[in-house]
């Protein structure tokens, strides 16, 4: 059944990196709607050290993720076993918004791989990390990635992201700060 661990093992470290999805829960510190979205592309999550981790994140139609985490930085990412033996792993944080405009965001990024709608990397300090078991989990088979996400970006300039996002990120859909204006230009350089 579950345990709860004091940093990421090397079991752990490596069912992360297996799964072809995993989901990102945060909410507002007071009202407003909990949010999950599902992340893809395998080369979008990185373990920086035992109890720290981060993931690229892009361009997209939603900055719940970022407009909640700058309000309380509550943070829990969640992998699945859809294949194989069932398994839960959980990471409960707290998360911090690195842009291209912060410190450390050209070191971050080079633990990820090329995509060219980064909007910004999301760093989680674990404070809670546990499995439990999967048995109500179905089996699915992974196909491929979805290119969609990449291709749609990759055919915007810099002023058409710039608006983009000036448009659609931000604030949440409860009206919570997401991206500054300072932040709505793109990323200069692909990840």
């Given at each position: 059944?579950?345990?709860?661990?004091?940093?990421?093992?090397?079991?752990?470290?490596?069912?992360?990196?297996?799964?072809?999805?995993?989901?990102?829960?945060?909410?507002?510190?007071?009202?407003?709607?909990?949010?999950?979205?599902?992340?893809?592309?395998?080369?979008?999550f990185?373990?920086?050290?035992?109890?720290?981790?981060?993931?690229?994140?892009?361009?997209?139609?939603?900055?719940?993720?970022?407009?909640?985490?700058?309000?309380?930085?509550?943070?829990?990412?969640?992998?699945v076993?859809?294949?194989?033996?069932?398994?839960?792993?959980?990471?409960?944080?707290?998360?911090?918004?690195?842009?291209?405009?912060?410190?450390?965001?050209?070191?971050?990024?080079?633990?990820?791989?090329?995509?060219?709608?980064?909007?910004?990397?999301?760093?989680?300090?674990?404070?809670?990390?546990?499995?439990?078991c999967?048995?109500?989990?179905?089996?699915?088979?992974?196909?491929?990635?979805?290119?969609?996400?990449?291709?749609?970006?990759?055919?915007?300039?810099v002023?058409?992201?710039r608006?983009?996002?000036?448009?659609?990120?931000?604030?949440?859909?409860?009206?919570?700060?997401?991206l500054r204006?300072?932040?709505?230009?793109?990323?200069?350089?692909?990840?």
């Amino acid at each position: 059944m579950g345990k709860v661990y004091e940093r990421l093992t090397d079991r752990l470290c490596e069912f992360i990196s297996a799964q072809p999805v995993y989901f990102i829960a945060t909410a507002p510190e007071h009202g407003g709607h909990v949010n999950v979205s599902p992340k893809g592309y395998a080369d979008t999550f990185a373990v920086i050290d035992d109890t720290t981790v981060a993931y690229l994140d892009l361009d997209g139609s939603g900055v719940e993720t970022i407009s909640h985490i700058r309000d309380n930085g509550r943070v829990t990412l969640m992998f699945v076993a859809f294949g194989g033996p069932p398994n839960i792993v959980r990471l409960y944080g707290t998360g911090r918004v690195v842009t291209s405009h912060d410190p450390g965001f050209d070191d971050l990024i080079t633990l990820f791989g090329p995509h060219p709608g980064v909007r910004s990397i999301i760093v989680v300090s674990c404070d809670r990390i546990s499995d439990s078991c999967g048995f109500g989990v179905p089996f699915m088979s992974f196909d491929r990635d979805r290119t969609l996400l990449d291709e749609w970006a990759g055919r915007k300039d810099v002023q058409q992201k710039r608006a983009y996002r000036a448009k659609n990120n931000r604030e949440s859909i409860d009206g919570l700060p997401a991206l500054r204006a300072d932040e709505t230009d793109p990323a200069t350089h692909h990840s």
